[in-house]
T-cell receptor, first 111, second 111 residues
Framework: NAGVTQTPKFQVLKTGQSMTLQCAQD?????MYWYRQDPGMGLRLIYY???????DKGEVPNGYNVSRLNKREFSLRLESAAPSQTSVYFC??????????FGSGTRLTVV | GENVEQHPSTLSVQEGDSAVIKCTYS??????FPWYKQELGKGPQLIID?????GEKKDQRIAVTLNKTAKHFSLHITETQPEDSAVYFC??????????FGPGTRLSVLP
């Protein structure tokens, strides 16, 4: 029972490069989320998917795109990475009206 | 929209003492209040939650209290141990509102 799995765990990108962060959950949850965590800023919602086939913007969506590939997988794409996107990214999922289950995070550095 | 404040931002206690972290929220429609613990290099993990129809909930050494009238809720940790050292986040949500997280409290338990 893996819960929420994120890949990769670490990544260094050059400014302007693109990459996709992968997230998969095995709990049959309907909702999935992408957060970024910066020092002193807590967790800020980038995008979320309330159910398969739907996605919506969160608090800080600029510079990102998402795909809800199926019920299990929710990916986050940076089309042209910028230093301001250096952060730790967390994927989370939720089923029904309960707390989120978070992945272990992806530490991204853009140089 | 919802706004969640959390205090203190840092807290140091002696091992065996109690720790209290307080959060306030702004949206009276919020009715679910989880607490997360984040250890270094890991994703946040749900440790306890409370719903608005309950005033207090306890699980071994941790407890959460909710005052709906004043719109605040608190995390209480008794008999603190070194392994309680972590960053703690509170959050508030309603059926129509994604989780809004507080900025976090870094708890240090000193031996």
């Amino acid at each position: 029972n893996a819960g929420v799995t994120q890949t990769p765990k670490f990544q260094v990108l050059k400014t302007g490069q693109s990459m996709t962060l992968q997230c998969a959950q095995d709990m049959n949850h309907n909702s999935m989320y992408w957060y970024r965590q910066d020092p002193g800023m807590g967790l800020r919602l980038i995008y979320y998917s309330a159910s398969e086939g739907t996605t919506d913007k969160g608090e800080v969506p600029n510079g990102y795109n998402v795909s809800r590939l199926n019920k299990r997988e929710f990916s986050l794409r940076l089309e042209s990475a910028a230093p301001s996107q250096t952060s730790v990214y967390f994927c989370a999922s939720a089923g029904g009206f309960s707390g989120y289950t978070f992945g272990s995070g992806t530490r991204l550095t853009v140089v | 929209g919802e706004n969640v404040e959390q205090h203190p931002s840092t807290l140091s206690v002696q091992e065996g003492d109690s720790a209290v972290i307080k959060c306030t929220y702004s949206d009276s429609a919020s009715n679910y209040f989880p607490w997360y613990k984040q250890e270094l290099g890991k994703g946040p993990q749900l440790i306890i939650d409370i719903r608005s129809n309950v005033g207090e909930k306890k699980d071994q050494r941790i407890a959460v209290t909710l005052n709906k009238t004043a719109k605040h809720f608190s995390l209480h940790i008794t008999e603190t141990q070194p392994e309680d050292s972590a960053v703690y986040f509170c959050a508030a949500s309603s059926p129509r509102q994604n989780f809004v997280f507080g900025p976090g409290t870094r708890l240090s338990v000193l031996p």
